[in-house]
T-cell receptor, first 113, second 117 residues
Framework: DQQVKQNSPSLSVQEGRISILNCDYT??????FLWYKKYPAEGPTFLIS?????DKNEDGRFTVFLNKSAKHLSLHIVPSQPGDSAVYFC????????????FGKGTSLLVTP | DTGVSQDPRHKITKRGQNVTFRCDPI?????LYWYRQTLGQGPEFLTY????????KSRLLSDRFSAERPKGSFSTLEIQRTEQGDSAMYLC???????????????FGPGTRLTVL
């Protein structure tokens, strides 16, 4: 059962515009959420995270929003750059499972010049 | 800080053979995780260690899989009698474990790609 869902397999955005990547989850025990970025032939690279006690976390061009009532989070990238082109994974974890990460299937972002 | 390293990066084996992968975590990281990623999927949790103790195992970790972290530093993942369905990217991650909670960011290695013929 997929507890973390990324329903958009791909997204194309023009350079300079905003990229919005979405993620939904089903397990109400999740209390920590992360976004990872992955290039081909490399392991996932941590990007940004948010605790369930917050609804927003910002780090430079990257902002993550959490809507607990809707069990939904999103990653905003502003402005998007060609180097942001990669696969983005949403992940969630819970204290009662040792913070093992549950990943979505990923969204492939393409930023075009 | 050299990051998480994994060896080998690629492994091709014949069905029925045993394979072993190694993961070296970031120095002094107490927690070490193993994940498996198949094509078109996100990484799936297999098991994790707090120092040398294996604290949790996923139902994905069948009897043919065994993981160890004998001295609380590097870890090995062995697959016995490999099957074609074992073909995947095996990822290792480590975290400091100091916060003991959500702020323990997991840092991933480059992975070992296994192909079972």
């Amino acid at each position: 059962d997929q507890q973390v869902k990324q329903n958009s397999p791909s997204l194309s955005v023009q350079e300079g515009r905003i990229s919005i990547l979405n993620c939904d989850y089903t397990n109400s025990m999740f209390d920590y959420f992360l976004w990872y970025k992955k290039y081909p032939a490399e392991g996932p690279t941590f990007l940004i995270s948010i605790s369930s006690i917050k609804d927003k976390n910002e780090d430079g061009r990257f902002t993550v929003f959490l809507n607990k009532s809707a069990k939904h989070l999103s990653l905003h990238i502003v402005p998007s750059q060609p180097g942001d082109s990669a696969v983005y994974f949403c992940a969630a974890s819970a204290r009662n499972s040792g913070y093992a990460l549950n990943f979505g299937k990923g969204t492939s972002l393409l930023v075009t010049p | 800080d050299t990051g998480v390293s994994q060896d080998p990066r690629h492994k091709i084996t014949k069905r029925g053979q045993n394979v072993t992968f190694r993961c070296d975590p970031i120095s002094e990281h107490n927690r070490l995780y193993w994940y498996r990623q198949t094509l078109g999927q996100g990484p799936e949790f297999l098991t994790y260690f707090q120092n040398e103790a294996q604290l949790e195992k996923s139902r994905l970790l069948s009897d043919r899989f065994s993981a160890e972290r004998p001295k609380g530093s590097f870890s090995t993942l062995e697959i016995q009698r490999t099957e074609q369905g074992d073909s995947a990217m095996y990822l290792c991650a480590s975290s400091s474990g100091l916060a003991g909670g959500p702020t323990d960011t997991q840092y991933f290695g480059p992975g070992t790609r296994l192909t079972v013929l």
